[in-house]
Nanobody, 115 residues
Framework: QVQLEESGGGEVQAGGSLRLSCAASGSISSRETISWYLQIPGQQREFIASITGSLTTGYADSVKGRFTISRDNAKNTVYLQMNSLKPEDSAVYYC?????????WGQGTHVTVSS
């Protein structure tokens, strides 16, 4: 069993920055890929970024050059540094991992970017 807990959301003005954290507990392995998704109310969850156990990263085109994903395996934590935030980045942000057919989501953290 894996538990994921996001934190770091809040309200920021356009152009500002936030750093989200995803703390993993349970039987999580440092080799597992962790991803970030966002969800705007009424819409499907959308992939933002991912990081593998070997630190390979991937990003959605909408956040390339603005967001950076990283991980601290000693702390079992994955971070999402979000810079140059835009109002359209406002959403609930979730971290996610999958082990076989088991899918694990955190409870989400709210980000609001005001213009």
């Amino acid at each position: 069993q894996v538990q994921l807990e996001e934190s770091g959301g809040g309200e920021v003005q356009a152009g500002g920055s936030l750093r989200l954290s995803c703390a993993a507990s349970g039987s999580i392995s440092s080799r597992e890929t962790i991803s970030w998704y966002l969800q705007i109310p009424g819409q499907q969850r959308e992939f933002i970024a991912s990081i593998t156990g070997s630190l390979t990263t991937g990003y959605a085109d909408s956040v390339k050059g603005r967001f950076t994903i990283s991980r601290d395996n000693a702390k079992n934590t994955v971070y999402l540094q979000m810079n140059s935030l835009k109002p359209e980045d406002s959403a609930v942000y979730y971290c996610y991992t999958q082990r076989g057919r088991e899918r694990y989501w955190g409870q989400g953290t709210h980000v609001t970017v005001s213009s």
